[in-house]
């Protein structure tokens, strides 16, 4: 028996080395588990926001960073981005079909992990 774990080839459906540098789908994995992608996904699972109202609403990103995450998440195809022309112009993001898709295990992994907390004490 040889020393070390030997990682076996993993590869998804579609035939794609996921272990693989090379694989696209890990640039997509990488901004969606972001430290801020996954509550952006979370955010806007049950309606569209605006930029003000993602910002406010998830505590502790700035604005570059939000900025910087939606602007890939909407480059990935999760995130879609809508300009109204007004002066000034006003910005609402929503999930598209693939980012909905992405979203609810995120939703259920963070429900999971919630339930197993131990109660909070009071303030």
């Known amino acids: 028996m040889r020393e070390g774990a030997q990682l076996k080839r993993v590869a998804t459906s579609h035939g794609r080395e996921v272990l693989h540098t090379d694989c696209p789908a890990r640039d997509v994995v990488d ?11 979370i955010s806007l699972r049950s309606n569209d926001l605006r930029f003000y109202e993602l910002r406010d609403g998830i505590q ?4 570059k960073m939000l900025a910087q995450t939606l602007r890939a998440l909407v480059q990935d195809g999760l995130v879609r981005r809508e300009v109204e022309p007004t002066t000034p112009p ?3 993001y929503g999930l598209t ?4 898709d992405i979203s609810e295990p995120l939703t259920d992994l963070f429900d999971r992990i919630t339930q197993r907390l ?3 004490s009071p303030g």
């Open 90 to 92: 006003q910005v609402t």
């Open 60 to 63: 502790g990103v700035s604005e």
């Open 118 to 120: 131990p109660p909070s």
């Open 31 to 41: 901004h969606v588990t972001s430290r801020w992608g996954i509550w952006v996904l």
């Open 97 to 100: 079909d693939f980012g909905q």
